[in-house]
């Protein structure tokens, strides 16, 4: 198709002033004006103010919804990320250090002969006393020792188990298999040893400096696996030989020094136990076959871990346990005595303490028994060994736990790394203390531990000889290097909340060896940071000296290693589908806002790439596309011609407003163009951050209406047409699916770029993510609008947090979503979600649910949704009762029928998704039976409510209660729409009322049966709940104060709603935003006629007429007088023929006359196609239809006044102007949208349109045969539907209020909330006591139980997802004064921080033209102190106007400079960093690097091929080599200028506002290149470099796309 574009022509003058170079300024390109009118003609740049009509009404920045003021709660944030980091350091110093002391004082207490002195505080002070523990004490502490070590162990089979069976695995290779056996069975072994046999042998500081020992192996594995690509490589390996070596002397030391043969078992013991931790040190890119072997063992456990430990986990736990028995037996002991005794060790029992006569001068004997020793029998306490195991299994839990989480929230350093280095230090230094303590003062712990416990403490023990006897000076070298060996932890890589496998290797942690687990397990191998040195690499695989787009991924396994994908295959691309019908004003601006905002953050972050050459792993392409349903109606002055409806008016009117207010100064954007289409219509705008803006206006006569076939439109235009018909490799074309996301919306949807961001972010952590969303908050005014900021809070805070936690979100709104292309792309969903409804069932679960539906879809091809409670979008609700009533009526059944259908495929649905599983169906199971029983559930709610409140019995109250609702059933039954809402209304308003009474009442009844009634828990228990979650939701706590209302509505909303919306399944209209369409004559005409004839019917009915048949139909005569009564009779007096209407007649006559000629005429022509009227039709048509150009195609609807009058008198002789839909329709000519160009779409993508019509999209005709069948078949359907429901809650309402009445003889007796009856009786001074208990119905127990089971799911769903919530913003929270400072940084680091944000500041359009502040001025005089009139002056004068968004940054970056004395105009940049001398010089070496790296890129393209391939015409040249300016004359002897620098595209002859916007290509495939100077758009076509020109602007070639 021709690449020909059509403008308006310009006025005459303008035409004149300016000729042809003017025309080939009227481009689209990034330097259009946006903030001067150029809707008249060509000129563009100068606006002209006149003296009196200066005065401004600039936007006024209000900030409500997505744009509310969050500076408290991001201070508030700010604060607890610094009580996060401090809180959890404390939490993991603490956890280690109790349980490394803790293992080491269960250990101290196992050696058989080990004697303690005994405090002799009780038992004399001048004697001295030393006990030896029993045996059953030794035993109680070798359970506990047990104990710890399995709970871990126990932990990883429940966490293997359920991944196991309820998601998938893979089953290992059986030599791999072994040796991951054989290594786990050595650790365990090894554990056993060291905590049985070594421990037990040596004091409890030896003990804990000998745990710094355990990294042998792991010191051994990474030096094996250092590469050669590794910096500083040999000054590595030199430090790995010295650590292994240190942590080799650990484990000889003492066994050569002490000479005991038992202590040679310490470095058996150690190099077993870290053979635990091989997997981490293993590198496949290891120079040494074996390791790299272990390398592939290593990367085949990322899949086969689970299914391992589901069976090492109960391996190592008997293993251990056998081994404890083994040692014990070795050590002479019967092992049978560990469980007959295991009663007598953690019960009563008694300790022996011996009193040391004073002849024995203090010295105790070898063998106690023989010398003659008094003893004091004493009961042992027992639950010692109790506490301190729990102390043990705590301390390691919230260790690990809180450590994990400084991972996720991105504190590793100070928060994990700092407290697991220390914990040994720490728990040396408190064991001096206290061993140097209980030495001298055996009774200094008397109160706090049993006094025959203790650590094993150093002989004569003094703190000058540690250092020599105790190997202090090893120990720090022991230290040291195994904190070198574990240098990993300091220097994180992972990314914001990953996940427990991409943190540690095993998915549990040590308990005996708590900060050596922390250390060693934590992964080591993450994903490495690219960095801006990397630039240039990144640069030459695109191909491209100036990059456009650079993505960082963090996880590896989503860019897999194909060399056909390209790098710009992984930039995350979000395409916006919206859908709009009738929005009003507000909320299109709203809408229209938001799309500004994520325009303008996409400009920041491209241009901060672009130019300030930075990384920002949160870049995203962005295209907005707006599909309009029944978007044409009716033209004003012809039946057969269609225009533009007032909703899609009204969107091309609010689109400067909405600009204008997101920039805070008056922006009008340049006009859109149009395109007709197979559909109907387009219309694109580019908005000011060089984003595309697109309309499609949907003609329902041409393509299927409502919400789910835009849908379908949009995603077979974007991932079938846009995509899957590249001409590129089908590994590129998944790789671009993969990271294409849908952003879908609503047309009156509020959000920031920033809850977007969030989207993503869950989408890049988890490939198997379909789709995600937010959080929806309800905007509006007025009762009803209140009740659902109530139950949206409550549907959040509580139901989709569940489905998030347990499984999966059941629906993803379609009014803020995002869905993975990728993911639509599968099996069953985009082709499935076409399925055009043929059965009554499909119009409910299809067309009244669609969003839902799609999301079932997903989740029955194992994908996963989603929600994120952060990110936040405000839409608006329904303000009225009949709005909303109506929008639940389409909720309610497709919410029901989609989660039917999703539990009949449970089976094949658990199978195929690892994230739904057989407890959340039934959880589900549980939720639908609610649903369902609901209304029963709330009539004996208000039946028990009405009996407690009006103190009546309960057949009266069951009487008041059913008579309104069997009413309501049969009026929505038999009743039109709008009567059974006001029933509903009524009915509504008065069970509003009666709650009320309600309420009061049952504080009565929990005020007599007390609070501990079922009925009282229960509500305690839910207005406990709902405060919570409202508390830890502070943003949105007061929702809860609407929940009142929501209370008093519970029976309209849980009773007469479920029951209308039933009872109206087989009403399929959507309800809500419905207007009267247009009409044509014929119509109109039609229905008067209709009218007429249907009030000539009802008057034949009457009485009258029934007695008149056969006189005629009395109309033919009149009287002078008459009357008549009811239309029962009529007495008419003085009779006489009706006169007839001569006026009538004639007129009928005229237009009769007319038509005929109209017909003779239209013959004449076909037989005299040379005569008089043909050919005056011809040179019509010739002006109208026969040119290409726009001002001939529009010259028709552009005639002066005379024309038309002259026209007028022949209109009747000429026939009608024949027009193609597809190249003049009129709607392109309307007055209201006529401005602008219009274009064309190429024949590729019509005839794509052409067969999506065709396949899918096709309006279905209005066959009433077919619509007759439908409704038949929607009402059987009703009918089956609610007789079901009715049957349901009928029976349990039947079975239920009958064991009410019956309570005294079938009930359950409840055993709290007792009342205590005293009666005294004085005749016979007897004093009887009763007790009244409560009687409940078994079946009222078995739902209040089965509600209370709901309500403790979710609350505890919600606690652990507000968690995860609150890690998910405290990891994207940064502290400034927790990095570097600035001054600390360097320039380029400076620049790389702030990029986003100096960009965003740099190209404001506010104040770029000299525009001032309106609330200029500070302190209290602040107002006399504007200069109001030196504004008014300042704003008059004629100025350029700056276009888009990055030519504001350019003119600004150009005029960067560091000497303030100079420039004194240097430009604001952020609060933070304002004036700064650093930042600005660091901007300005950055500025100067770009432009000479630009200057150098020219001079390379001067008339040359450079080495991409790209071409550019030469430029005009003096006679001394100088490079000519074309437009002034002048001569540049410098050869390219400071501006030229940004305009590659336009030559150094043209300004910086009048390039064509630096072009940058790439490789894989281009923007099309024409006048629009396309800088953002994602439509791409294949590359040929013959085609492309750097520096001309291709007009005339024909551009394919695509």
């Not at 409140?949 to 009266?956: G, Y």
Request: glycine fraction near 6%.
């Amino acid at each position: 198709m021709s690449a020909v574009r059509h403008r308006p022509m310009a006025p005459p003058a303008a035409a004149g002033e300016h000729g042809d170079s003017d025309d080939n300024n009227f481009t689209d390109d990034e330097s259009s004006p946006l903030t001067h009118d150029i809707y008249g003609g060509s000129q563009r740049t100068i606006q002209e103010t006149k003296g009196w009509d200066v005065f401004r009404d600039p936007p006024i920045k209000i900030e409500t919804g997505s744009t509310a003021n969050q500076a408290c709660l991001e201070l508030t944030i700010k604060i607890l990320k610094i009580f996060a980091y401090i809180f959890t350091f404390i939490i993991v110093l603490t956890g280690g250090v109790i349980a490394k002391g803790t293992v080491l004082f269960m250990t101290s207490q196992l050696r058989k002969d080990r004697r303690i002195e005994y405090c002799n505080k009780d038992l004399g002070r001048d004697k001295s006393f030393v006990v030896v523990l029993p045996e059953e004490e030794r035993i109680a502490w070798i359970w506990a020792l047990v104990i710890a070590y399995s709970l871990p162990e126990f932990g990883t089979l429940i966490r293997a188990a359920r991944i196991c069976f309820f998601k998938t695995f893979k089953v290992p290779k059986t030599g791999h298999f072994l040796f991951v056996w054989l290594m786990e069975s050595m650790s365990a072994l090894g554990t056993a040893l060291l905590m049985f046999v070594v421990l037990p042998q040596i004091d409890a500081i030896q003990g804990a400096m000998l745990t710094n020992c355990l990294c042998v192996i792991p010191g051994i594995f990474g030096l094996l696996s250092r590469t050669s690509k590794e910096g500083k490589r040999f000054i590595k390996i030199i430090i790995d030989l010295a650590a292994v070596a240190a942590q080799v002397t650990g484990l000889v030391i003492w066994p050569l020094l002490e000479n005991r043969r038992e202590l040679w078992v310490i470095p058996v013991a150690c190099v077993m136990i870290s053979c635990g931790w091989w997997e981490n040190y293993v590198s496949s890119q290891s120079s040494l076959g074996l390791v790299r072997s272990l390398g592939r063992i290593k990367e085949e456990l990322h899949n086969t871990r689970y299914f391992c430990c589901m069976f090492l986990s109960i391996w190592k736990i008997l293993l251990f346990f056998c081994v404890t028995l083994l040692i014990y037996w070795a050590y002479g002991e019967e092992p049978s005595n560990l469980f007959s005794l295991y009663g007598d060790a953690f019960g009563p029992h008694k300790i022996i303490v011996y009193e040391l006569p004073a002849s024995l001068g203090g010295v105790l004997p070898d063998t106690l028994e023989s010398a003659n020793i008094d003893t004091v029998d004493l009961d042992a306490s027992y639950n010692t060994v109790v506490y301190v195991l729990l102390l043990q299994i705590f301390g390691a839990y919230f260790c690990y736990i809180f450590g994990k989480f400084a991972c996720k929230i991105l504190i590793q350093g100070f928060s994990y790394a700092f407290p697991v280095s220390l914990t040994v230090p720490i728990a040396v230094s408190l064991l001096i203390s206290a061993c140097g303590i209980r030495i001298d003062d055996p009774c200094f712990f008397h109160d706090t531990i049993p006094d025959y416990l203790f650590f094993a403490s150093p002989s004569n023990f003094r703190f000058n000889n540690f250092v020599t006897e105790q190997m202090a000076w090893a120990w720090i070298l022991w230290l040291l290097s195994q904190t070198w060996i574990a240098l990993h932890i300091w220097t994180p890589k992972c990314e914001r909340l990953a996940t427990t496998e991409k943190i540690f290797v095993r998915p549990m942690y040590s308990a005996l060896l708590i900060d050596q687990s922390m250390a060693l397990n934590r992964r080591r191998d993450d994903q490495a940071d690219v960095k801006t040195e990397d630039l240039s690499e990144i640069e030459k695989e695109k191909g491209d000296e100036y990059y456009e787009t650079i993505s960082v991924h963090t996880d590896r396994s989503s860019a897999p290693n194909k060399p056909s994908i390209k790098s710009s295959d992984n930039i995350t691309r979000i395409y916006t589908c919206a859908t709009m019908w009738h929005e009003t004003k507000d909320e299109m601006i709203e809408f229209l806002k938001s799309i500004m905002r994520m325009d303008e953050d996409q400009c920041a972050r491209r241009v901060a790439q672009k130019y300030l050459r930075v990384l920002d792993p949160d870049y995203y392409e962005f295209e907005t596309h707006i599909f309009f349903d029944d978007a044409f109606e009716i033209s004003d002055h012809s039946d057969d011609d269609i225009q533009c409806n007032r909703f899609v008016k009204l969107l091309i009117a609010t689109m400067d407003e909405a600009a204008s207010e997101i920039h805070q100064t008056t922006i009008r954007l340049r006009p859109p163009k149009k395109y007709p289409t197979p559909y109907g219509g387009r219309l694109m705008w580019t908005l000011p951050g060089k984003t595309k803006f697109i309309a499609h206006l949907k003609d329902k006569d041409r393509i299927r209406h409502r919400k789910r076939w835009s849908q379908v439109m949009y995603m077979y235009y974007l991932l079938g047409h846009r995509l899957m018909e590249l001409p590129i490799s089908v590994d590129r074309k998944d790789a671009i699916a993969e990271n294409t996301y849908l952003l879908t919306l609503d047309g009156d949807i509020d959000f920031k770029p920033n809850a977007v961001t969030l989207l993503v972010d869950l989408m890049k952590k988890n490939r198997n993510l379909g789709a995600a969303c937010g959080r929806i908050h309800p905007v509006g005014s007025g009762p009803m609008v209140w009740y659902q900021l109530f139950e949206y809070a409550i549907g959040h805070w509580l139901q989709k947090a569940t489905e998030h936690m347990i499984g999966c979100v059941l629906c993803s709104p379609g009014c803020f979503s995002l869905f993975r292309g990728k993911a639509l792309m599968d099996d069953n969903v985009m082709k499935k979600y076409t399925t055009k409804p043929t059965e009554a069932r499909h119009y409910v679960q299809y067309d009244q649910g669609e969003d839902r539906w799609l999301c079932t879809l997903l989740l029955q091809r194992g994908y996963r949704v989603e929600y994120s409670a952060a990110s936040d979008a405000y839409t608006h609700c329904p303000e009225g009762f009949n709005e909303f009533y109506n929008q639940r009526r389409r909720w309610v059944p497709s919410t029901i029928a989609n989660i039917m259908d999703l539990l009949g495929d449970a089976k094949r649905t658990i199978k195929i998704n690892d994230n739904i599983s057989l407890l959340y169906v039934f959880y589900q199971m549980m939720l639908m039976g609610g649903t369902i029983l609901g209304p029963g559930t709330i009539f004996l709610m208000l039946v028990g409510a009405f009996v407690a409140a009006f103190r009546i019995d309960n057949w009266t109250s069951f009487h008041y209660n059913i008579v309104p609702i069997l009413g309501f059933m049969v009026i929505c039954f038999t009743c039109k729409s709008n009567i059974q809402l006001f029933v509903a209304q009524v009915l509504s308003t008065c069970y509003a009322l009666i709650m009320m009474a309600v309420i009061v009442g049952t504080a009565l009844q929990l005020g007599e049966d007390g609070v501990g009634s079922p009925s009282a828990i229960f509500l305690i228990s839910m207005v406990g709940s709902f405060f919570i979650a409202a508390c830890l939701h502070p943003q949105e706590f007061w929702c809860i104060t609407c929940g009142l209302i929501y209370l008093l509505s519970i029976p309209s909303m849980y009773l007469l709603l479920i029951l209308y919306s039933i009872i109206n399944l087989n009403v399929v209209s959507w309800g809500t935003r419905e207007v009267v369409a247009k009409k044509t004559k014929k119509e109109l005409e039609a229905e008067k006629k209709a009218a007429e004839e249907n009030k000539k019917r009802v008057k034949q009915k009457s009485m009258l007429g029934f007695l008149q048949s056969g006189i005629g139909d009395n109309d033919d005569e009149e009287g002078s007088i008459e009357f008549s009564l009811a239309g029962l009779f009529r007495c008419v007096f003085c009779t006489h023929g009706k006169t007839s209407d001569e006026k009538q007649q004639l007129t009928t006559i005229a237009d009769s006359l007319d038509t005929i000629k109209q017909r003779i005429d239209t013959i004449e022509s076909a037989v005299d196609p040379h005569g008089h009227h043909a050919s005056r039709h011809n040179r019509r048509r010739t002006t109208s239809g026969g040119s290409k150009d726009h001002h001939l195609l529009t010259s028709v609807a552009e005639k002066s006044g005379d024309e038309s009058d002259e026209s007028d008198s022949d209109t009747s002789a000429e026939p009608k102007q024949e027009r193609d839909f597809l190249t003049n329709p009129y709607w392109i000519e309307d007055p209201d949208v006529r401005k602008g160009e219009v274009d064309f779409l190429s024949s590729s993508e019509i005839q794509f349109w052409k067969d999506l019509i065709d396949q899918y999209l096709y309006p279905i005709d209005n066959d009433p045969v077919e619509q007759a069948r439908i409704a038949s078949d929607l009402i059987e359907l009703r009918n089956k539907s609610v007789f079901a429901f009715f049957m349901a809650n009928a029976l349990f309402v039947l079975i239920v209020f009958l064991l009410q009445l019956n309570k005294d003889k079938l009930h359950i007796i409840w055993p709290l909330g007792v009342k205590t009856n005293i009666t005294y009786i004085e005749e016979t001074s007897e004093v009887h006591i009763s007790k009244e208990y409560l009687q409940l119905e078994p079946i009222g127990l078995v739902f209040v139980f089965f509600f209370a089971l709901i309500l403790v799911i979710q609350f505890t769903a919600m606690l652990f997802h507000r968690f995860g919530t609150l890690s998910h913003i405290l990891a994207s929270t940064e502290l400034n004064f927790c990095k570097k400072k600035s001054e600390d940084l360097t320039q380029d680091q400076l620049i790389d921080k702030h990029a986003v944000e100096i960009v965003k500041n740099l190209q404001r359009l506010q104040g770029i033209d000299g525009d001032y502040d309106n609330d200029s001025g500070s302190g209290p005089d602040r107002i006399a102190r504007r200069k109001t009139i030196q504004n008014l002056e300042k704003a008059r004068q004629p100025r350029r106007q700056i276009g888009t968004l990055d030519v504001a940054f350019k003119k600004r970056f150009l005029k960067l400079t560091a000497d303030a004395e100079n420039n004194p105009a240097t430009p604001i940049l952020t609060r933070r960093l304002t004036m700064r001398a650093e930042t600005i010089r660091a901007l300005e070496v950055r500025k100067n690097s770009v432009m000479a790296e630009r200057r150098k890129s020219a001079m390379q393209t001067l008339g040359a091929k450079n080495e991409y391939g790209i071409t550019t015409a030469p430029l005009p040249v003096n006679n001394n080599g100088a490079v000519t300016n074309q437009r002034s004359g002048r001569i540049s002897n410098a050869g390219i200028s400071i501006k030229d620098v940004f305009n590659v595209n336009g030559g150094p002859g043209e300004q910086i506002y009048g390039s064509n916007g630096g072009g940058t290509i790439n490789q894989g495939y281009e923007h099309v290149i024409d006048e629009d100077g396309d800088g953002n758009s994602l439509r791409l076509t294949t590359r040929n470099p013959h085609q492309v020109s750097w520096g001309q602007n291709v007009a005339g070639n024909n551009t394919g796309r695509l």
